[in-house]
């Protein structure tokens, strides 16, 4: 069946759904556009009506939430509904590999680029790579250029967007080796303590690039025999193979709390029911390109995450920054990364493992899909539907706009605090709490996760570049897979724009120094 999505009736349904989130509390066309959604994605099936229903519930009521893309694309039949690829460039084939590109980006797809092979230096990359295009990107971050620290242009990408300020819907990603980073813990390479300092200043200055610590990554990877993993999504939640799409959606963790507890069993039933509803969406999916179909069926990649982690701690009476807030997130995460493992392998009892599945110490029994678990950071519409985004803590205690920039068009939404707990004590913002508890929150779920962690690691303006080296190390000693760093009133233009409030430089004393007990 001819695919009938274009670019154009994309960027109108998001359009749509933003309003549609956004309408003084009317849910009467957001159902029926979500019903949409759901019927689609179940229409394979073999019990369609039941999976229609399961779906549509969960979706209804923003127990579980997709991904953007996956909700604007999934509303038309035979539409691209997978929302991220990875590419790795190679100039000998590259007419192949823009063909690729090219079918997915014309679709809204978030696409990441691998350039180790490519000789020119990123901002030349971006300028070839732009004229090849069919379609621009209408969303900041729908690209993500990825590099190995050691390639010959490191220092050109690492302070790309300090030089030059019209590349903002690129994101960098520089992916860094144990190697490197342990010369540095251990002082023994001048050239790579000059490289870091280079690479955190930049970090300092405009927030970029973000960093994968590839070998963490590679370490973890569940399929080993196709080789390394080379790009990373824009917001470091999943690591692919050339010409590999996933899919990926949230649970809502602020609808999990019944009577001041978690309702594991409502937990469960969501949990096993997303991840049916995704490994749908790979199969429903339309895919112009067959190398593409083929490379993501044969690893068949999802990843559930949460949102309103934050939220459910304050039903808790729970601080983020605290021990029992990470212990939490263990928790949490450790029973859904288990119960997503169960649904996907009773998925492969009844339609087959992944093609690719080889039994290792990640996967020990056959199971559906290569990577089951991931947190992303959600998108626009937790903000909409009053909690907050993925694992990050409140951004705002009142009620207040927030700003979705895309090329072109900014768009607002108004976010109402929907707490009436006022403990200060239980009430944090992003910027009322330590960069290391952002870190060690970041670090808690990963312990859990098949693939990464979409986390916003929130700096004070006042931060130094010496600061931003310390949490580099931390989260590198901590275990994460990547860190992306903000710090406030850097020179650069976050996708999302919050009035923020929490900081008061003369006020908070923030804790910068790595001991002993941060690395528990």
């Known amino acids: 069946m001819k695919n009938i999505t274009s670019l154009r009736e994309i960027i109108d349904n998001k359009e749509n759904l933003i309003c549609l989130t956004s309408n003084n509390g009317d849910t009467s066309k957001l159902n029926i556009y979500l019903k949409d959604v759901a019927n689609n994605i179940a229409r394979l099936e073999n019990d369609k009506s039941f999976w229609y229903e399961k779906f549509y519930s969960i979706l209804s009521d923003f127990t579980f939430m997709l991904d953007e893309i996956t909700y604007v694309s999934s509303v038309i039949p035979c539409g691209l509904i997978i929302p991220y690829f990875g590419f790795v460039y190679d100039m000998q084939n590259e007419n192949k590999i823009l063909t690729r590109i090219n079918s997915v980006a014309r679709e809204g797809?978030?696409?990441?680029?691998?350039?180790?092979?490519?000789?020119?230096?990123?901002i030349e990359f971006i300028n070839h790579l732009v004229k090849l295009l069919w379609h621009q990107s209408f969303d900041l971050g729908m690209y993500c250029l990825n590099m190995s620290i050691g390639h010959k242009n490191t220092l050109d990408f690492i302070t790309a967007k300090q030089n030059v300020d019209y590349i903002k819907n690129f994101i960098f990603c520089i992916h860094i080796s144990d190697e490197f980073m342990d010369s540095i813990i251990n002082k023994t390479s001048t050239e790579n303590i000059q490289m870091f300092d280079k690479l955190a200043e930049a970090i300092h200055n405009v927030g970029?690039?973000?960093?994968?610590?590839?070998?963490?990554?590679?370490?973890?990877?569940?399929?080993?025999?196709?080789?390394?993993l080379q790009t990373i999504s824009s917001c470091g939640e999943m690591a692919l193979f050339d010409n590999e799409g996933f899919v990926e959606g949230s649970i809502n963790l602020s609808k999990m709390i019944d009577n001041g507890t978690i309702?594991?069993?409502?937990?469960?039933?969501?949990?096993?029911?997303?991840?049916?509803?995704?490994?749908?969406?790979?199969?429903?999916?339309?895919?112009?390109?067959?190398?593409?179909?083929?490379?993501?069926?044969?690893?068949?990649?999802?990843?559930?995450?949460?949102?309103?982690?934050a939220d459910m701690l304050i039903q808790l009476n729970i601080p983020y920054n605290s021990r029992k807030a990470l212990s939490t997130a263990e928790?949490?995460?450790?029973?859904?990364?288990?119960?997503?493992?169960?649904?996907?392998?009773?998925?492969a009892k009844e339609r087959g493992a992944f093609p690719l599945y080889v039994s290792n110490k990640f996967l020990p029994n056959p199971i559906r899909n290569a990577t089951v678990t991931a947190i992303s950071h959600a998108g626009f519409?937790?903000?909409?539907?009053?909690?907050?985004?993925?694992?990050?803590?409140?951004?705002?205690?009142?009620?207040?706009?927030?700003?979705?920039?895309?090329?072109?068009?900014?768009?607002?939404?108004?976010?109402?605090?929907?707490?009436?707990?006022?403990?200060?004590?239980?009430?944090?913002?992003?910027?009322?709490?330590?960069?290391?508890?952002?870190?060690?929150?970041?670090?808690?779920?990963?312990?859990?996760?098949?693939?990464?962690?979409?986390?916003?690691i929130n700096l004070p303006k006042r931060a130094t570049v010496e600061n931003v080296k310390n949490m580099i190390l931390l989260a590198y000693q901590l275990r994460c897979k990547g860190i992306a760093i903000y710090r406030k009133?850097?020179?650069?233009?976050?996708?999302?724009?919050?009035?923020?409030?929490?900081?008061?430089?003369?006020?908070?004393?923030?804790?910068w120094t790595i001991n002993g007990n941060d690395l528990l």
């Open 489 to 511: 009133g850097c020179n650069c233009e976050p996708t999302t724009v919050f009035r923020e409030e929490g900081e008061n430089d003369k006020k908070i004393d923030y804790d």
């Open 109 to 122: 797809a978030k696409i990441s680029v691998n350039m180790d092979n490519v000789d020119m230096n990123p």
């Open 331 to 347: 928790g949490i995460m450790q029973f859904i990364n288990n119960e997503a493992h169960k649904a996907s392998e009773e998925l």
């Open 208 to 228: 970029e690039p973000t960093i994968a610590f590839s070998d963490r990554i590679n370490e973890a990877n569940t399929v080993p025999q196709k080789g390394r």
């Open 381 to 456: 519409l937790p903000i909409a539907t009053k909690c907050c985004m993925g694992i990050e803590p409140l951004f705002s205690t009142r009620t207040t706009q927030f700003t979705k920039n895309r090329i072109g068009k900014k768009d607002k939404l108004t976010y109402e605090y929907p707490h009436k707990q006022k403990n200060k004590n239980v009430i944090k913002t992003a910027y009322s709490i330590s960069p290391k508890w952002h870190i060690k929150m970041q670090a808690a779920f990963q312990k859990h996760i098949d693939g990464g962690v979409s986390k916003t």
């Open 263 to 309: 309702n594991y069993d409502k937990l469960s039933d969501t949990t096993r029911t997303a991840v049916r509803l995704l490994d749908d969406v790979i199969e429903t999916s339309y895919y112009e390109n067959s190398r593409i179909e083929e490379t993501t069926k044969a690893t068949r990649k999802i990843g559930i995450g949460v949102t309103g982690f």
